[in-house]
């Protein structure tokens, strides 16, 4: 079973910048697909970024040139969040999955970490 921690939440004003992290607890495990949710209570859940193996991204057009999903050599997944917005306050949670499919977008996803808090303030 694979376990994926996220961390990097918090507080921060409007405009500011916080960098989310998502460590799998099997780094060597081949994902084909990872990704950035988030969802606000009582709210349908988001997909925000998605990346494949390849590094091939695509974004949530809410967060284009704002947001960047990135995954190092260990399989550590990352968003840096730039020009934060009240609207981005919500839980982010990071999913992955081995499978290999044709797109990352609006996939199933396996795993899924616990969330972590983003509250952004005006």
């Known amino acids: 079973q694979v376990r994926l921690v996220e961390s990097g939440g918090g507080s921060v004003q409007a405009g500011g910048s916080l960098k989310l992290s998502c460590a799998p607890s099997k780094a060597r495990t081949q994902y084909y697909c990872m990704a950035w949710f988030r969802q606000a209570l009582g709210k349908q859940r988001e997909e925000v970024a998605t990346?494949?193996?390849?590094?091939?991204t695509l974004y949530a057009d809410s967060v284009k040139g704002r947001f960047t999903i990135s995954k190092d050599d260990a399989n550590t997944l990352y968003l840096q969040m730039n020009r934060l917005e009240p609207e981005d306050s919500d839980m982010y949670y990071c999913?992955?999955?081995?499978?290999?499919?044709?797109?990352?977008?609006?996939?199933?996803?396996?795993?899924w970490g616990q969330g972590t808090h983003v509250n952004v303030s005006s």
């Open positions: 999913a992955a999955d081995a499978r290999w499919n044709t797109g990352c977008w609006k996939s199933d996803f396996g795993y």
């Open positions: 990346i494949n193996l390849y590094g091939d």
